[in-house]
C-alpha cells in the first residue's frame, strides 16, 4: 500500500537539533520569510508615513476592506488543499450580494430568512461543483469558470443591468457595520473562520483527508480515503463561505449591483496561493494565506497613500500572483529533487 506523506517543506524538529543558529536561521528563512517581510513593510510605511498609516483609522480602514477578501482566500483555499481549485468565489459573490437584498427589498423576505437562503444556494452551488469535478469528471478549472460564468450571466438578468436599492432593516446593517473595541466586526468574523479552519486541518482526520487527497489522490484511495466526498465537502464549505462573503458585502454597501465582485476574485486568489509560499512552503494553509491577504493589504495601503494612480492595485495584485505561483512552483520541485 502507498504511503500518504505531506508535501510541505516546513523543517521538522530533528532536522533543525544538530544545527548551528546562522544555519537554523537559513533553513527557516524560506518558511517564514513572508511573514518577516510583512513586518518590514509595516515598519517602513510607518516610519516613511508616520501620521497615517500608523493610525487605529488606517488600521480599521484595512480590516474593514480586506475582511471579505480574507473570507474569499480561505473560502479558495479549502479546494486547493485537496488539489483543486474554485473560481465562483470571485463569480458568485456578486450574484449572492445581490440576491441578500433583492430577497428582502423585492420578495419582502426577512432578513435572517434572506441570509439562510443565499446561504444554503451558495453551498448548493459548491455542491454542484463537486459534483462537476468528481462525478463529471471536468477539470476544476474549466468546471468553476463555467459555473461562475452562469452565476454571473443570472445576476445580470436579475438586476437588468441596474442597482438593487432599497431601505433594509437595521439589523441587516448590523451584520457588517458594528464596532467591537475599535475594529469591525467582519475581523472577527475571520478570525472565527481562520481559527475554526486551522484547528480543523491541522488537528482533525479530516484536515489530514484532505491534504493527503491534495498531495496523491491516488495513494488517498489506496488507503481507504474517500476521495469524492471529501472533494465534494471542501466544494461545499467553499460555496458556504463564498454566499457569507456575498451577505456581507450586501450589509457593507446597501445596494446590488453586477458591476460589483469581480474585482475580488484576483486579490482572494493571490491570497491563497501566498498561503502556499509561507508558514508550511509546498501547501496551502490557514495562517500562510492569512499572511498573504496581510501583504496585499499592508503593501496597497502603503502604496496608495503615497499617491499610488488607480491602477496600482491591480498591477500589484497581478505581479503578487505571478510571484507567488513560481515560488509555490519552487518549492514542489524542491520537495521533488529531495525525494528522489
Do not use: C
Not at 450571466?153 to 437588468?160: E, I, K, M, R, S
Not at 476521495?227 to 450589509?251: D, H
Amino acid at each position: 500500500m502507498q504511503s500518504i506523506e505531506s508535501n510541505a517543506l516546513e523543517p521538522t524538529r530533528s532536522e533543525l537539533a544538530g544545527l548551528s543558529i546562522g544555519q537554523k536561521i537559513i533553513r527557516l528563512a524560506p518558511v517564514y520569510g513572508l511573514v518577516i517581510l510583512t513586518v518590514a513593510l509595516v515598519i517602513l510605511f510607518s516610519i516613511l508615513l508616520p501620521r497615517t498609516f500608523p493610525t487605529l483609522l488606517n488600521l480599521r480602514a484595512i480590516l474593514s476592506d480586506k475582511a471579505i477578501i480574507a473570507m474569499l482566500s480561505l473560502a479558495a483555499m479549502i479546494p486547493m488543499a485537496a488539489g483543486r481549485i474554485d473560481l465562483t468565489v470571485g463569480y458568485g459573490i456578486v450574484l449572492w450580494h445581490i440576491l441578500a437584498i433583492s430577497l428582502q427589498t423585492m420578495f419582502g423576505v426577512p432578513w435572517p430568512l434572506a441570509v439562510l437562503i443565499v446561504l444554503l444556494l451558495g453551498a448548493l452551488v459548491g455542491f454542484f461543483n463537486g459534483l462537476l469535478v468528481e462525478v463529471a469528471k471536468i477539470d476544476a478549472f474549466i468546471a468553476t469558470l463555467g459555473t461562475g460564468t452562469v452565476l454571473y450571466a443570472l445576476a445580470l438578468w436579475h438586476t437588468g443591468g441596474r442597482q438593487v436599492v432599497g431601505v433594509l432593516p437595521d439589523g441587516f446593517y448590523a451584520i457588517n457595520g458594528t464596532f467591537i473595541f475599535g475594529l469591525p466586526i467582519t475581523a472577527f468574523y475571520v478570525l472565527a473562520i481562520t481559527l475554526t479552519m486551522w484547528l480543523v486541518l491541522e488537528y482533525t482526520p479530516v484536515g489530514r483527508y484532505i491534504y493527503a487527497i491534495g498531495a496523491n489522490p491516488r495513494a488517498a484511495e489506496l488507503n481507504g480515503i474517500p476521495t469524492r466526498k471529501y472533494v465534494v465537502g471542501a466544494f461545499i464549505t467553499s460555496g458556504l463561505m463564498t454566499a457569507l462573503a456575498g451577505v456581507l458585502l450586501a450589509s457593507k454597501l446597501r445596494i446590488g449591483q453586477a458591476s460589483v465582485g469581480l474585482e475580488f476574485l484576483l486579490p482572494a486568489l493571490v491570497g491563497a496561493f501566498l498561503g502556499s509560499t509561507t508558514i508550511k512552503p509546498g501547501r496551502v494553509n490557514v495562517w500562510g494565506t492569512m499572511i498573504g491577504v496581510a501583504i496585499l493589504a499592508i503593501g496597497i495601503s502603503g502604496i496608495q497613500q503615497f499617491g499610488g494612480s488607480f491602477w496600482v492595485e491591480p498591477m500589484f495584485n497581478g505581479v503578487t500572483l505571478l510571484v507567488a505561483i513560481g515560488i509555490a512552483g519552487y518549492a514542489q520541485r524542491r520537495k521533488g529533487a529531495a525525494k528522489k
